[in-house]
């Protein structure tokens, strides 16, 4: 910053001066710091627009980087909320899995019971159809016997 080495002229005019003794006080060429004054006045507003122009920098990043958080931050709620509803829709859909897959079992068990029941009222009666006609081939030899 030029005003900076302006000021530190100043300081070095003041401490090259001659002091009057007793007051605390020094001379100086009145010219000279007026000329440094001049050029202070001068540069200030530049120093002052870069300033300004640094802050206002500082500031855009500031909400530029505060925008990207934010963004992030909500697209990462919205990929644990879709994780979230993935998991709830795998866990009702392995439920539901279970339901159909216990039904079919139950199903398959009564289809079997009922086959295994069907299977045996056939030959049940398989059985009672040949023993009469076991009954009847029996009758029918004693009859040809008795002849």
């Avoid at 005003?3 to 007051?23: M, N, T, V, W, Y």
């Avoid at 540069?43 to 300033?51: R, T, V």
């Avoid at 709830?88 to 079919?104: D, G, P, V, Y």
Wanted: a negative charge.
């Amino acid at each position: 910053m030029d005003i900076l080495k302006l000021l530190d002229e100043i300081e070095d005019i003041l401490d090259e001066s001659s002091s009057i003794p007793f007051a605390g006080k020094v001379m100086v060429d009145k010219a000279e710091v007026l000329d440094v004054i001049k050029e202070i006045r001068l540069k200030l507003p530049d120093e002052i627009k870069q300033a300004e122009w640094i802050k206002e920098e500082r500031q855009r990043i500031l909400a530029e980087a505060q925008n990207e958080a934010d963004t992030v931050i909500e697209e990462a709620k919205l990929h644990i909320e879709e994780m979230v509803e993935e998991d709830e829709i795998t866990k009702q859909a392995n439920e539901r899995a279970e339901e159909i897959l216990s039904k079919a079992q139950h199903n398959a068990k009564e289809i079997r019971i009922g086959a295994r029941e069907y299977a045996d009222e056939l030959l049940k009666e398989l059985q009672n159809n040949m023993k009469d006609m076991i009954d009847t081939l029996e009758s029918n030899r004693d009859e040809l016997k008795g002849l």
